[in-house]
């Protein structure tokens, strides 16, 4: 099998088997056994399926979500990588989901709450005479604690946190982070109705309204909320915005109520105590040499996606719950998510730049096939195994029976496309030359995209002086004496125009049940108008959140094109 130096040691520090003594008693090979044997073991024949588990990891066609490559064959593996719990107006829920958050992200899993149903900052409290912290009070309580549990973790725990648009305490929430090194364990996502979008928009006044008691406790002018949201975005990267109705809309369980969070990087929107477990095809290997070109692989695909659908089943069924809600929750609705990974550097295999129409057209025919052969597997899987027990409550009650009540769901993928040695998710390429800060703590690889390299060296381009020009700066735009479409394939994340990451965003989430997590990486120079024409936007292209990150705003960031100078 053959790993890359970063995916290895990205292996060794937080993947393999440890024994007492912590040193490592895995390899490769016998990591991807244990976690297929273990995910196999709620099969008949339990020799065959282990084998294709295998087969389909080892060729890194597909990886499930760091906690089942980590946990699964352990004793009490918890393998999900994603929940939501409920915060509750009262102190023994805020405390109760506490200590459910620190359990979960103990076993590598990350959290999502909606904070909207507390009461406000300095609002009656009846029990003591006393008046309330507010919502944020308690979401500093929640993010000391994920830094506290992080230690004892394999790494550090990652949170949601939304706030309704109409909440009193709304203000304070958006600009929670305005000194850049607040709420660090925490992604702030202002939750958004349509009734907000439409009162920007006629520049109308907008309610703030207290949860205990539906009182209206503050009149504003829609638009300054917008502004400040938006001012806040442009300086630090949040709040991001989910789009609460638009999640709604496509609630495949309405009966069951309305969704009001999703877990920390938004792609996957989940009803209290739901979990959902993910996993992601590899694109970049789904790739064929014919007649001379490089086409995708359709049949290596489809192949793919039918066992990946059966891995993601099983593991709900081989999962070990932290808590008995999260289970029945989880079991009733059988939600999984199968995404991918590499999708920019199956475009530079196509020959196909990021920035182009035809690059978003192929993204939506890839998207499709992908949710069409997810949801025929899932059909098939319940009629083996049956459909999931909420079914008959569901959208697809009485004429489709499956077996999860979601397929799909596009994940960052920050850490398995680092051990797949490809592109992030659907993101372009960040740089040609950088290292991944963040994921391999202390290390500071100096990474040359290999698709890239590859590609000067069948052109005839490859020279040490394209070498330290890209090692330097991460680009070759400034380099006119390269052919333009060598330099147009190999545009880079902030050279590529927000619409194009707006477009493709829009185009994996109209073939996606659950949701896309997507970045869109912007220049230093980009102004607050821009950013609130992505927002607006997004909102009307139907997208189920956004999250934007102008370059340089934050002192966090994961991946930073190299400086050499
Ligand atoms: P990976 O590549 O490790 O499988 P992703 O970057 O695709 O993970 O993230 C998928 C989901 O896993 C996130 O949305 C979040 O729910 C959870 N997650 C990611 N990173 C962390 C973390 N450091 N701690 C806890 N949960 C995390």
């Given at each position: 099998?053959?790993?890359?130096?970063?995916?290895?040691?990205?292996?060794?520090?937080?993947?393999?088997?440890?024994?007492?003594?912590?040193?490592?008693?895995?390899?490769?090979?016998?990591?991807?056994?244990?976690?297929?044997?273990?995910?196999?073991?709620?099969?008949?024949?339990?020799?065959?399926?282990?084998?294709?588990?295998?087969?389909?990891?080892?060729?890194?066609?597909?990886?499930?979500?760091?906690?089942?490559?980590?946990?699964?064959?352990?004793?009490?593996?918890?393998?999900?990588?994603?929940?939501?719990?409920?915060?509750?107006?009262?102190?023994?829920?805020?405390?109760?989901?506490?200590?459910?958050?620190?359990?979960?992200?103990?076993?590598?899993?990350?959290?999502?709450?909606?904070?909207?149903?507390?009461?406000p900052q300095g609002d009656r409290v009846s029990a003591s005479g006393g008046t309330s912290s507010g919502p944020l009070a308690f979401i500093k309580v929640y993010d000391t604690a994920t830094e506290q549990v992080r230690q004892g973790g394999k790494r550090r725990g990652?949170?949601?946190?939304?706030?309704?648009?109409?909440?009193?305490?709304?203000?304070?929430?958006?600009?929670?982070?305005?000194?850049?090194?607040?709420?660090?364990?925490?992604?702030?996502?202002?939750?958004?109705?349509?009734?907000?979008?439409?009162?920007?928009?006629?520049?109308?006044?907008?309610?703030?309204?207290?949860?205990?008691?539906?009182?209206?406790?503050?009149?504003?002018?829609?638009?300054?909320?917008?502004?400040?949201?938006?001012?806040?975005?442009?300086?630090?990267?949040?709040?991001?915005?989910?789009?609460?109705d638009t999640i709604n809309k496509h609630n495949p369980l309405p009966k069951l109520g309305k969704i009001q969070s999703t877990n920390p990087c938004g792609e996957v929107p989940l009803f209290e105590y739901e979990s959902c477990n993910l996993g992601s095809l590899n694109?970049?290997?789904?790739?064929?040499?014919?007649?001379?070109?490089?086409?995708?692989?359709?049949?290596?695909?489809?192949?793919?996606?039918?066992?990946?659908?059966?891995?993601?089943?099983?593991?709900?069924?081989?999962?070990?719950?932290?808590?008995?809600?999260?289970?029945?929750?989880?079991?009733?609705?059988?939600?999984?998510?199968?995404?991918?990974?590499?999708?920019?550097?199956?475009?530079?295999?196509?020959?196909?730049?990021?920035?182009?129409?035809?690059?978003?057209?192929?993204?939506?025919?890839?998207?499709?096939?992908?949710?069409?052969?997810?949801?025929?597997?899932?059909?098939?899987?319940?009629?083996?195994?049956?459909?999931?027990?909420?079914?008959?409550?569901?959208?697809?009650?009485?004429?489709?029976?499956?077996?999860?009540?979601?397929?799909?769901?596009?994940?960052?993928?920050?850490?398995?496309?680092?051990?797949?040695?490809?592109?992030?998710?659907?993101?372009?390429?960040?740089?040609?030359?950088?290292?991944?800060?963040?994921?391999?703590?202390?290390?500071?690889?100096?990474?040359?995209?290999?698709?890239?390299?590859?590609?000067?060296?069948?052109?005839?381009?490859?020279?040490?002086?394209?070498?330290?020009?890209?090692?330097?700066?991460?680009?070759?735009?400034?380099?006119?004496?390269?052919?333009?479409?060598?330099?147009?394939?190999?545009?880079?994340?902030?050279?590529?125009?927000?619409?194009?990451?707006?477009?493709?965003?829009?185009?994996?989430?109209?073939?996606?049940?659950?949701?896309?997590?997507?970045?869109?990486?912007?220049?230093?120079?980009?102004?607050?108008?821009?950013?609130?024409?992505?927002?607006?936007?997004?909102?009307?292209?139907?997208?189920?959140?956004?999250?934007?990150?102008?370059?340089?705003?934050?002192?966090?960031?994961?991946?930073?094109?190299?400086?050499?100078?």
């Amino acid at each position: 099998m053959k790993l890359s130096a970063n995916a290895i040691q990205l292996l060794e520090a937080r993947y393999f088997l440890k024994n007492t003594e912590g040193r490592i008693v895995e390899s490769p090979e016998q990591l991807f056994r244990r976690v297929a044997k273990h995910i196999a073991s709620v099969e008949e024949d339990k020799d065959f399926w282990e084998n294709r588990f295998y087969n389909l990891m080892a060729h890194l066609h597909f990886l499930p979500n760091s906690p089942t490559l980590m946990n699964a064959g352990l004793p009490n593996g918890q393998l999900s990588a994603c929940f939501v719990l409920p915060v509750e107006d009262s102190l023994e829920g805020i405390f109760s989901t506490l200590k459910d958050m620190a359990l979960i992200h103990q076993s590598g899993g990350g959290t999502g709450y909606n904070f909207s149903k507390l009461r406000p900052q300095g609002d009656r409290v009846s029990a003591s005479g006393g008046t309330s912290s507010g919502p944020l009070a308690f979401i500093k309580v929640y993010d000391t604690a994920t830094e506290q549990v992080r230690q004892g973790g394999k790494r550090r725990g990652a949170n949601m946190g939304i706030l309704n648009v109409d909440h009193p305490d709304i203000e304070a929430f958006i600009t929670a982070k305005s000194k850049g090194d607040e709420l660090q364990n925490f992604n702030l996502s202002v939750g958004i109705l349509d009734d907000f979008m439409r009162a920007v928009q006629n520049d109308e006044t907008w309610n703030l309204i207290n949860p205990r008691n539906n009182k209206v406790t503050k009149t504003i002018r829609a638009k300054e909320l917008w502004d400040l949201i938006i001012s806040q975005a442009w300086a630090t990267g949040d709040p991001g915005l989910i789009f609460l109705d638009t999640i709604n809309k496509h609630n495949p369980l309405p009966k069951l109520g309305k969704i009001q969070s999703t877990n920390p990087c938004g792609e996957v929107p989940l009803f209290e105590y739901e979990s959902c477990n993910l996993g992601s095809l590899n694109l970049s290997k789904m790739v064929k040499h014919e007649n001379g070109i490089w086409q995708v692989d359709w049949k290596t695909l489809e192949h793919c996606v039918q066992v990946s659908m059966r891995f993601l089943d099983n593991v709900i069924s081989a999962n070990h719950y932290l808590l008995s809600q999260i289970e029945t929750a989880t079991k009733n609705n059988r939600k999984v998510g199968l995404g991918l990974m590499g999708w920019a550097e199956l475009l530079a295999i196509l020959e196909i730049p990021y920035a182009s129409d035809k690059a978003v057209e192929m993204g939506e025919k890839i998207m499709r096939f992908i949710q069409a052969k997810s949801y025929e597997t899932s059909e098939a899987l319940a009629k083996e195994r049956g459909a999931f027990p909420n079914w008959e409550e569901s959208v697809f009650s009485p004429k489709t029976p499956l077996r999860n009540a979601t397929c799909n769901s596009i994940a960052p993928t920050g850490s398995i496309s680092v051990i797949a040695d490809t592109s992030y998710s659907i993101e372009p390429f960040y740089a040609l030359a950088y290292k991944r800060v963040g994921i391999l703590e202390n290390e500071t690889q100096l990474e040359i995209n290999p698709v890239f390299v590859s590609k000067m060296k069948k052109l005839g381009l490859w020279n040490e002086s394209l070498k330290n020009e890209v090692l330097s700066t991460g680009s070759i735009q400034h380099l006119v004496t390269l052919p333009s479409e060598v330099r147009k394939l190999f545009e880079t994340s902030l050279e590529i125009p927000w619409q194009y990451h707006l477009q493709h965003q829009r185009a994996f989430q109209k073939y996606t049940d659950n949701a896309v997590s997507k970045t869109i990486n912007l220049s230093h120079e980009t102004d607050t108008d821009t950013i609130s024409e992505i927002y607006r936007t997004a909102w009307e292209y139907g997208l189920k959140g956004i999250t934007v990150y102008r370059d340089g705003s934050k002192a966090n960031q994961v991946l930073q094109a190299c400086q050499l100078n």
